[in-house]
């Protein structure tokens, strides 16, 4: 079955906003073997309207719409499909029912627009919205199936997750998209791609996307089949082959990211981290906080902007500043060193560098940034060039830092005096 | 003139991807008075491009497409466009040139491959692409211009800047959309909807959209029009009145952000700002020196998680936190004075609250924040409840610690013993 989106809104036709129900649309579609062929985008004028539902049940096997029917002159789903079916709109004293009961409880009266959203196209089968006024509907005519639901998301999730997906499931084939997700830090997209090109290749019934996004690069292999064991048996196959061919910079094949990656391990290994930032900001320190939870291996840190509280609250020696400039790998061993000391983490991770736009030397260019990360035996430390804009270069830099936790414990660095 | 943009590309159909070249596209349209009337996005498959070119050829005056403009077997926009308007596919010698230049520059041999890049739809006016290898096409076909670009966003970016907007400008009539930006914190949707709906409403020649994104409710009043000297009466007198019923809680009217306004009025006011933060784990910190320069008016912070952090690094008194809970209106001041007097900053700024999902109490619930203030006469207070998870708890944290540096400077303190 093939699935046409449509997205109704004037506001997403603006410079301001994009339709993102259609990814988890397409997400949820997809698992019961929907493939989506089309997405599209419609004010909320009748005739571009009707011209776009009338296109769509022309190619598509099922058309989902979300948006425009709420309670007022603007929301013109209702009228338009039944228009382009021929049919009339009814009014569901169920529904309005359900409206009169939502507006009791929170103590309201009932506005005389939202009567409209109890219209319901003649021959619908009314879809309960249980966390709003508008129900969706589903809608079987001229052998396509056509589905309207609301636009605001949580209402539109919940009605998918309730209604729609049992539905057509019942109808769909056995056919299922799998997928993997891999992550990759420290490469560049071309690099990725020459590794893996000739081993996905090698795999044609299956498809592999590959992106860059929020500092990592991800591969998304992906396969439909009926038969789930097969499925799951090509991507292992083909997951471990690019597994192979990444090495250390693959840190997962599920998605996981490098925030709970250093959850897991930071728990595991029953440890704490604390920061010293400077050009990052507080960024690093955020991605730590990120997750729930996180208080049981994160103990605080300190963003050093100045040079005098990189020395007054992480205790760098003035001198060594003067010396080296404040960034420099000395200064970021000194930073995670100072900082683990003063916190009494586990792991002390110091971060300078220089995110621009100005601000930069030929001798230290923007973009330079040095990564100290700290334990009990001493600081080591990284140095790393990061191309991009200011933003940017903050984001690659905590990246970094992170994944030099994920590394320390992944491949741990040999004990002193050790071969 | 009504405009259709067409994404092209499989990986655009995925849960993975979004279409964000059309929010670019329709902000330089609409500056030169052509409305988007549908966005399309469409895979590789030419059976689907043919339709949807076929279609937006119908109901548009101007297409404007993205994607499948590369080397490989899977960059059908020209064939598919040549197949549609009946025409041919010739190789442009000027293209081919440039493209080997280009290899020639990077010192590389050109793949075989790439001599597909050099083949043109007949009739069609190239459009050379300074930052790719893939130039664009312009072509004018029964009555209607449908315009070919990379889906690369810097190359389509470019493209359009030098190519395809004074090419349209000429064309396109004079009317042009004029717009604000209105920024307000502290209020939600519904309540700023109410304070301004009769407002819009008295202006039926204008539009207004309203929208809550990253902590802000957003009003954005626009108006089509010939005339700039109206147009922007018409907004300014608008916007004029928007603000009378917005009060305080408005913070700009042309799109300026809280990082934006706090950049200005503390540069203005020659003062500095330090922070300790607890619950927002960083992002007060990042949001601080998101802009570039911030090292003016930003000297650092601490990020203390844990408690001792909150003595050892800021001074507050382990007493004080014993008997009054971190999460208190006591521990907000003095995270906020603490961290002045060991910066030596002009402003002082504590933030402790619970993000959640876990940690609440019925005392104390999730997304219950404290936010101290502190100048040289000691620290203030407030406390805020906020709705949502974890992630937009922390947001609207720190967005209502920005707010209240802004306020402190645009409603000032009585001075101490003032009436």
Request: contains cysteine.
């Amino acid at each position: 079955m093939k699935a046409e989106i449509i997205a109704v809104g004037s506001e997403l036709l603006t410079p301001y906003r994009l339709d993102t129900n259609s990814l988890f649309l397409t997400d949820e579609l997809t698992q019961i073997g929907v493939r989506v062929i089309y997405k599209s985008v419609v004010g909320d004028t009748p005739d571009e309207m009707l011209s776009t539902f009338r296109y769509a049940m022309d190619r598509a096997d099922v058309i989902v719409s979300s948006g425009g029917l709420g309670p007022t002159d603007d929301d013109r789903t209702r009228q338009t499909v039944a228009d382009l079916l021929g049919r009339k709109l009814v009014r569901d004293d169920g529904t309005l029912q359900k409206i009169q009961e939502r507006f009791r409880r929170f103590g309201r009266p009932m506005p005389e627009i939202n009567l409209r959203q109890a219209m319901v196209i003649e021959g619908a089968t009314v879809l309960p919205n249980p966390r709003g006024t508008a129900p969706g509907m589903w809608i079987e005519a001229n052998g396509r199936i056509v589905i309207l639901l609301p636009g605001v998301p949580n209402e539109l999730r919940a009605l998918v997750e309730t209604e729609v997906k049992p539905r057509l499931a019942r109808l769909g084939s056995k056919e299922r998209l799998y997928t993997r997700e891999l992550r990759i830090v420290g490469l560049f997209e071309s690099d990725v791609e020459q590794r893996v090109r000739a081993l996905y290749a090698a795999y044609p019934d299956t498809e592999t996307t590959i992106l860059a996004s929020a500092g990592y690069i991800q591969l998304h292999p992906r396969i439909w089949s009926d038969d789930p064991a097969y499925a799951n048996a090509r991507l292992d196959e083909l997951v471990s082959r690019m597994a192979l061919a990444l090495g250390e910079n693959l840190v997962s094949t599920h998605g996981e990211t490098l925030e709970e990656i250093l959850a897991r391990v930071l728990t595991e290994n029953r440890a704490t981290v604390a920061v010293a930032e400077s050009c990052t900001g507080g960024l690093l320190a955020e991605r730590l906080t990120h997750l729930s939870g996180s208080s049981a291996y994160f103990l605080g840190g300190v963003v050093c902007y100045s040079n005098e509280l990189k020395t007054s609250l992480v205790g760098v020696p003035a001198e060594l500043i003067a010396a080296k400039g404040a960034v420099s790998s000395e200064v970021a061993l000194a930073l995670a060193d100072g900082i683990r000391k003063r916190t009494g983490a586990t792991l002390g991770l110091g971060v300078t560098g220089i995110a621009g736009p100005l601000g930069g030397t030929p001798e230290k260019p923007v973009g330079l940034v040095h990564i100290g990360i700290a334990d009990e035996r001493g600081p080591c430390e990284k140095a790393y060039r990061f191309p991009g804009d200011r933003e940017r270069i903050r984001h690659f830099a905590t990246q970094n830092a992170l994944d030099a936790v994920r590394r320390y414990y992944i491949f741990p660095r040999p004990a002193a005096g050790a071969a």
